[in-house]
């Protein structure tokens, strides 16, 4: 210590000038700030000195004695520097090395030698006051061990002004709690009540009093904390809140807070009210009328069966009840039980404002039984005020439709008058743009346009409505354009002399409307706004509504125009500030990062000497210099924002760089002062977390605040005096406050190794603690492997299991997030424990879990453990389980009671997050769906091609599946049971002519074969059946089986010829897969399928010898039955639709049946059940490659297998595992036994099971069960039969469903509502597709070919506008263009401006395949953009390549009539068209100014080298030399980089090459990419590096660069994969390479090479972690 002090003291002598410099007082204060560091307690969870932990050779120790797992390994310096090494060489992590600290260290001295000498003095006297320590710089208020805070003489009320000076400063906040964590609960509750603490930051200072406060045990407190300090308390602290303490702390008082109860999360209330119920019963809480009036809010935490205890409770009025509702927030589901037990009148008053909440089952009661009060006019403008007036529409689309049809007359469209038009109102937003065309023009005046336009319409239906606007309006010169209609307006509307609008006067209404826009149209309004750009008035409306405006804004320019910016910012006044401050956090980050750029070069930004960012400047803190007016009230002071407002009302204007931190490159995060980095971290946190819930931080922003946090480490352990060589001790020196500051996202950047072996074992838990807090989505996009993520999961469950001696609902809520990577130990949690994490913990974000077969399998069995199996669950525990249903089985879904699901379907549709689209997923350019995403990850260097992405697509499309069928039941209650209107009943009558529930018969066959399976059933459970008669029925099974196959292979023209019955099978899945069955072959499998469950019923009931009595049949119905022929096969030709619609009731009442896919997919689960081995049979079977578009038709049900195996009674092993679980962990009995690693729907009906589980129990026989090992060897192939076929029937008939009366008594009388139907049974409406929302993504072509051909023309814009795989589009695109005539219609093509405004996601697939469709002509250039954004069009297609020459030579593009800037913009992708001399003359140098930024920056093509020439030379021409490029203005220019020569690459500067993006670098060539040094290509951000290919390194990269590769790419596992593998090939040129001229070794940043390690040793540490 004392070497490292002398040293600083003389480095600061050296550089210091200032008068008040005392050689000296620096080792003072080291050796002060030492001492009371060893001394002063830490802020985990068991709070001991530090001293208990460092030197950390007391931490090795504590490792020990703990029983710390691999505790040797951990704390061996052999590993330890292992870990440091590879982290060095594959993150670019620096030297562990103290004397990097002194130039830290001396930044904070530089702001001691500030303050005044008075406040020096009592500082090193150790005698401040409170007013000293608020005069200190909040690093050093930060940094200060806890001792200094204890004399202070503060009070709570003084302690919450420290961190109410900047709410945004989450570090301060997190602090002063550990501060205050043994103080007395008065001064807590003081702190907490005067505390400004934001609603963001609720759940996290939750996590710090309930962990750190000990709430759960102040059994003996003399002084009540306040509900809004204990209602964000963890779940499981809640839970273990003792009888005592909830008594002592007044709690059911408390509770009693309406107002606080609405601050709380869904999953809050849910722990609340349980704790609530548990100490003080139901009774207390909706008991009397009293306690419903003092506690009736905690019902929206109770399960669906308490509240259904509420129905004709004869104590309490409804009344009290409505108030509740009315006053309380709660799930729609728990609302539609209260709403059964309401009144009449009740329910009448209380219908505005719960109708978006209902299940529409009790819309239509409501309306049914409903006697108004108000006039239907009165009614309407109600609903239309309470739904239309939101800033987002968020009712269920059934709901929508359901009170949108009491509004529309029964007349046809086109016979529509201004009445019909104007009763429907604005519910006219059910109309799709192809009905809205049908309305006469004359209805459309603009008084009409008032009645009907909201914000709601889609482009689409705005364009069709503006269309007969102009058309009944156009000869009117005056006509005023309603506000909302300028979302329609045409590029070349906009762009004319004579727009509909006035700029001055309208420009906050079009930059509102441009929110709508395509980018053709958001061009056009860019460049009209261009003239007055930088007027402040402009400038301020288009930052306060629309701040994209500024997106073709090159950094250059808004550098040097960042006066006006900041002037704009301050002309909107104080009351526009937090929403400018929200609004620009849409700039793009190129512009966001020239901001500070441009501040860090104003006067008295930097820190001098240095260029050290002033922190005062960059956080806009309020300083003596720049005093707040105190006469602007600040009208959000818990705002996270609020500090940097108060600043923003001094008379000294800043240039706000606070707001744009979210937009910090790599050089300006490395020059923050290193003493506030968790203070500057916390509030640029803030702003890129409220971007959404699955934004994420730029990959390069995220890893250089990692080697910040590891420059203020080093800087701590110079403070403290702690010695740290290796990276598990730097990271030892973390406390509680630094960790929840910094967060997972960022510690996952050291990947899951080094998190698990920190020496100091308290903060390994809180940092793997952070990393099970983070949202799943992050682990797709960061530095962790899977097998990271199991690593760090089964260290914490380790430590959370020796903590608490097994595991518990308190261990599941520690590991959090990790659990799904942990082992088959939570499976003994109990099921009340996992059910509370559950419903509890995990929020709908936590729930779309990224997991491999065998960890889906674990999660799968926690859920049957906890919530039972799934034919007895509630709608409500759908909805709790959410994306977590992806883990199930398609018999497990299958088994779900249809009204659960229905009732469910609108929130699972809404909830999902797995069609999301996420950024920055390595290797990919363009974002990725979330599912595609969690392939990609799966697959580590295998990426979307691998076994388990291909896996868990299919997983993905189930669940999506699951959710239409439910969408789809809800939609058949309403259009069954209500009175459709007649313009909407004619695609209802097709539907129901598909789908009709008898056959010509009469014989309801399904019906029969239920009776039979139950008969057979109940006599085995007795006894009764012979051994003969299982015999003969087992027999019966074989037999069927054989049929099926044989008879299927007759269908398909080939001849069995001796195959096995597995040999059969695997033909027929190949058949499957390749799509060879012909339409006739379908409909015969079909037949085949429905003869399958006809001959069960023949032959079982003889073999039971039953009645027609006993079948509810009479002799002549029996007789029908014994005597229909089964298995004859017709003729190719003989086979109709109409035959098979005659004989699908043994599928389903009212489906259609399943096809061929359907019983081929059946018969492949049979061959994995009787298989010994069903993992060999997946791998033989497995597809190579992801689904592709051309397998589409014949891949819907195949998809939606599983790789789960449904749990029989017994010790199961789950599906897919090495291992069978622990022993002594038992499964509970699953009611749903049917095999799904091969099954072929999500949703297969009931009967399609019975035909899967007869035919693979029969097979199976060899596969005892519980009940089997107890009877005779021949009745072994007969009882999983009876098991899977009636175990589902028995739980359905003892489900507590039966009880929701009202829900089904509107549900028609079918078969769909007794089992689920599959996909392929059912037709599908638009309605459904568009309830289902982005699930809706799922389907396939022969759902849509089942279609009516008005529904698809209706719903052209809705499947127009889903996120559709890529893989799909072609076969959905042809699905669709069969069914809507004017896409085939020659007198209607090409497809122009409105339809390609509808089909949009389409687009692609359109160009690709039918690009002659396409009218390529100016007039449609809005369309074309919709095509042009699409950067996944292939830039070596044809077909898509010549789009770009049909518009030249349509529209006579020349170079003396070259590209518009919007026509350019426009086009997009489709300029990787362009020839040499088209790029050359057609692209005019203002345009390619135009559009650098916003469009040609998106590109991703190829080009030659005359055409890289030309492109760079008007790029350096614009930018200049790229010498003097900032970060900004390459990350600006985006794929036009790769345009640049190698001598303009070398001459970047090393921290501008953080801008160099993805694009850019795939189209890089061996001489550009070698151009680079390896200091620049070390800063390449860890996405960009990924798109380094093998290609591109070869055939030789010499070994600097390769460490500058690897230093940036070492997240990318198949990026590390090439580098290992090319490394031999290297080794002769290496050496050359040093006989010759070798460079210099770099200085920093990157390690030496270890050419035999793996990512982070991801799998060395999984190796001594399990022990291995």
Partial sequence: MLTVVLLFVATVSAVSDDENFEPGQEVQILLSLASKFRSAENDFTQARPNSAYFPLVKSRKENEKIKRLNSTTINSEDYMMKITEQLKTWRGFEEIDSAVALTYANLMFETFYSLSPDLRTSFLQSSMSADDLQKLPSSWQYLLPHQFYDDLGLDGAGFAELVNSSPGNTAMLYKIAMVLRDEGVDMRDAFMNNLNLPDQYREDMGYILGYRWGIESEADSNYDYTMSTLLHLPSDVVMGINNATFDNLNIADKLEDTSMWGLASPQSKVAWFTKFEGRKGWREVAGTPHHMVRHGHLLSGAPLDKLRELKGNKEIETSLLAEVLDNTEMNPLRVQELWEALADVDREKSFIAQASNLDVSQILSHYDTLNLVHTPHQHHVMLENAWFAQDKFNVPWVNFLAISFSYMNNEEFVSWTYKELQDLGMFVAILSPAEIDLIPADDFNTTMLSTILSSTLSLPQLNSIYLKYLDNNYLVADATLNPLLLSALPSATILSANPPFIWSQDKTNLLTASAKYSPGQMHSLHEISKPGHWAPANLSAILSTHPQCMSDVNPQEFRAKLDYVVSAIYTAGPEKFHVIATKVQKLPRHLLMAWLEEAHTRPGSKRLPGDWWNSDVLLDRVTSISIPDSGTINPLPSHPMAAQFDRFTSANRSMLPSLALAGMSCHCINLVETPDTMEVLALYRYHTESQGEVAAMPSSARRCWAKKVRQFLHLKALLFNVTVNSESELLSLLTTADIKTVGGEIFLTWG????????????????????????????????????????????????????????????????????????????????????????????????????????????????????????????????????????????????????????????????????????????QSSPLLYHEACGAWLGGKDGRQSDEAVAMYKQWKMLANFIVVGNFLQVEVLLRKSDVPKPRSGANEFRRKRQAQTLTDGIDYKSIYTIVMNDMKAKFDAKELSDAQKMEATKVITETQKMLGDSSFAVLGLEREGKTQSEVLAVLAEYKEAGNMSEAQNVQVQMLAVDTQVRMIQELVQVLNLSADGLNLTEDELGTILARHTFVLRSPGAVSTTMLSNRTLAFDETSEGTDGESVADELLINDAETTSNPASI????????????????????????????????????????????????????????????????????????????????????????????????????????????????????????????????????????????????????????????????????????????KEVMNCLSTLGHLPWPPSVTKSIWKAVKEK??????????????????????????????????????????????????????????????????????????SPSNPFTSTEAASLGQLLCGLREDQWRDLITPSVFSSILTEHLALLDCSVSATTSVHLSTMLTTLYGSTANWTSSDLLSTGWMACTLSPVQFSQLTHHAMEGLTGQAVKHLSRQQLGSLSHHQLSNLSPHSASFISREQLLPYTNMHRRRGIRAAGGEDEKLVDVMEDIESEMQMGDMKDMMTSPEPEPTGGVGAIYPSCRVLVCFLVTLVTFGL
């Fill in 752 to 923: 899951g190794p080094a998190l698990a072996s920190i020496t100091h074992p308290e903060v390994m838990h809180e940092v793997l603690m952070a990393v099970g807090h983070t949202r799943p989505h992050l682990y797709l996009r960061n530095g962790v492997t899977y097998t990271c993520m199991k690593v760090m999961a089964n260290a914490l469950l380790d430590t959370m299991m020796t903590e608490e001696g097994g595991i518990n609902f308190r261990v599941l809520t520690h590991v959090h997030n990790l659990v799904p990577y942990t082992d088959t130990r939570v499976l003994k949690a109990g099921p009340a424990d996992i059910r509370l994490y559950v419903s509890s913990v995990l929020s709908p974000t936590c729930k779309a879990v990224c997991l491999k077969k065998k960890e889906r399998e674990l999660v799968r069995q926690m859920i049957l453990q906890s919530y039972g199996p799934p034919s007895t669950w509630l709608p409500l525990d759908l909805v709790e389980l959410g994306d977590l249903l992806v883990v199930m089985a398609r018999s497990d879904l299958a088994a779900v009671n249809p009204t659960s699901l229905r009732m469910a379907s609108a929130q699972l549709a809404s909830s999902t997050l797995f069609a999301s689209s996420l950024t920055e997923i390595r290797s």
């Fill in 1178 to 1349: 997946e791998s033989k079977n497995a597809p190579e490659a992801s689904p592709s578009e051309d397998s589409d038709d014949n891949s819907n049900n195949a998809e939606l297998t599983t790789d789960a195996t449904p749990a029989s009674s017994g010790t199961t092993a789950p599906s897919g595992t090495d291992a069978p679980p622990s022993p002594g962990i038992t499964a509970p009995p699953s009611h749903d036994t049917v095999s799904s690693d091969r099954s072929s729907s999500a949703l297969t009906s009931s009967t399609a099971s019975t035909i899967s589980s007869t035919v693979s129990s029969a097979a199976s026989s060899s596969t005892p069960t519980s009940t089997a090992a107890t009877t005779s060897s021949t009745s072994a192939p007969l009882n999983p039969l009876i098991e899977e076929e009636n175990d589902f029937s028995e739980l359905l008939k003892n489900t507590e469903l039966t009880d929701f009366i009202i829900f089904s008594a509107y549900e028609p009388e079918s078969a769909y509502f007794t089992t689920l139907p599959s996909m392929d049974s059912i037709t599908l409406s638009c309605d459904v597709v568009i309830a289902a929302g982005t699930s809706a993504s799922s389907i396939s072509s022969s759902d849509i070919a089942r279609m009516s051909f």
């Fill in 1380 to 1453: 809507v005539d004017s896409l085939q219609d020659s007198t209607m093509l090409p497809i122009k401006r409105d339809e390609m405004l509808q089909l949009g996601t389409l687009l692609p697939a359109i160009a690709a395949f039918d690009s002659e469709l396409l009218d390529m002509g100016r007039k449609n250039i809005d369309g074309i953009s919709l095509l042009g954004r699409f950067r996944t069009l292939s830039s070596d297609d044809p077909a898509i390549l010549n789009l770009v020459q049909l518009f030249i030579t349509l529209n006579n593009v």
